[in-house]
Antibody, heavy 115, light 109 residues
Framework: EMQLVESGGGLVQPGGSLRLSCAASGFTFSDYSMNWVRQAPGKGLEWVSYISRSSSTIYYADSVKGRFTISRDNAKTSLYLQMNSLRDEDTAVYYC????????WGQGTMVIVSS | DIQLTQSPSSLSASVGDRVTITCQASQGITNYLNWYQQKPGKAPKLLISHASNLKTGVPSRFTGSGSGTHFTFTISSLQSEDVATYYCQQNDDLPPALTFGGGTKVEIK
C-alpha cells in the first residue's frame, strides 16, 4: 500500500523552530516530486513548498520563503520541512503529498504556534 | 500567480440530486486542473486529474470537464457519503505556485 506518514508537529512559541518529517512507503520515492501543503483551522488548503525528485529544484510559497526549508533523503524515503521563525499564522495541519497532482497524501501533523 | 475562483462556496442538495461546482482560473491553464474531496477530519483525496481523468477506484458518478479557464465538477447522483468539501487545484503555474480554489462544502438537505 502506498503511504505517507507525517510526524514532528506540536506546540511551539512564536519565533521558534520545528522540523516535520514525512516517511514514504509502498512506492519508489525517488521517482516522484514531493510537496508540503497546509490547512489552518477551519480554512482551505494552502500549498507550502515543492521539491523535485533529485532536490535540484525547490519552490516556496511567498508566505514561508526565507523561513522554511524543504529537503528529502531518497535513501531514507523521507521528506522534511524545517520551519524557523514561526508565526501565529503558521498554525495549521501540515500534509505531505506526492507529485504536483498531489495524488497521495499523508494523514497530516498539527503545528500550533502560540505563546 | 494564477487565482482559482470556485463556486458556490457551499451547497445543500438532496440524495440523488445532480450537483455542479465550477472553478474559474484567472488565466488559461489548458487542462492542468485537479479536483479533491476532503471529508471532515481527514486528508484530501484526489478524485480527478487533468480536468477529466477519474482516478482509479473513484465512483463514476464523479466527473470533471473543461479547459483553459473554465472547469466543472459534477456529482451525477449525490450520495450521503459524498458529504465533504471539494477543492479545485491548478498545477500549470509552478513556479511560482500550486494554487487551490476556496473550496465548496457539500451537505445533504
Amino acid at each position: 500500500e502506498m503511504q505517507l506518514v507525517e510526524s514532528g508537529g506540536g506546540l511551539v512559541q512564536p519565533g521558534g523552530s520545528l522540523r516535520l518529517s514525512c516517511a514514504a512507503s509502498g512506492f519508489t520515492f525517488s521517482d516522484y516530486s514531493m510537496n508540503w501543503v497546509r490547512q489552518a483551522p477551519g480554512k482551505g488548503l494552502e500549498w507550502v513548498s515543492y521539491i523535485s525528485r533529485s532536490s535540484s529544484t525547490i519552490y516556496y510559497a511567498d508566505s514561508v520563503k526565507g523561513r522554511f526549508t524543504i529537503s528529502r533523503d531518497n535513501a531514507k524515503t523521507s521528506l522534511y520541512l524545517q520551519m524557523n521563525s514561526l508565526r501565529d499564522e503558521d498554525t495549521a495541519v501540515y500534509y505531505c503529498a506526492r507529485d504536483t497532482n498531489l495524488d497521495i497524501w499523508g494523514q497530516g501533523t498539527m503545528v500550533i504556534v502560540s505563546s | 500567480d494564477i487565482q482559482l475562483t470556485q463556486s458556490p462556496s457551499s451547497l445543500s442538495a438532496s440524495v440523488g440530486d445532480r450537483v455542479t461546482i465550477t472553478c474559474q482560473a484567472s488565466q488559461g491553464i489548458t487542462n492542468y486542473l485537479n479536483w479533491y474531496q476532503q471529508k471532515p477530519g481527514k486528508a484530501p483525496k484526489l478524485l480527478i486529474s487533468h480536468a477529466s481523468n477519474l482516478k482509479t477506484g473513484v465512483p463514476s458518478r464523479f466527473t470533471g470537464s473543461g479547459s483553459g479557464t473554465h472547469f466543472t465538477f459534477t456529482i451525477s447522483s449525490l450520495q450521503s457519503e459524498d458529504v465533504a468539501t471539494y477543492y479545485c487545484q491548478q498545477n500549470d503555474d509552478l513556479p511560482p505556485a500550486l494554487t487551490f480554489g476556496g473550496g465548496t462544502k457539500v451537505e445533504i438537505k
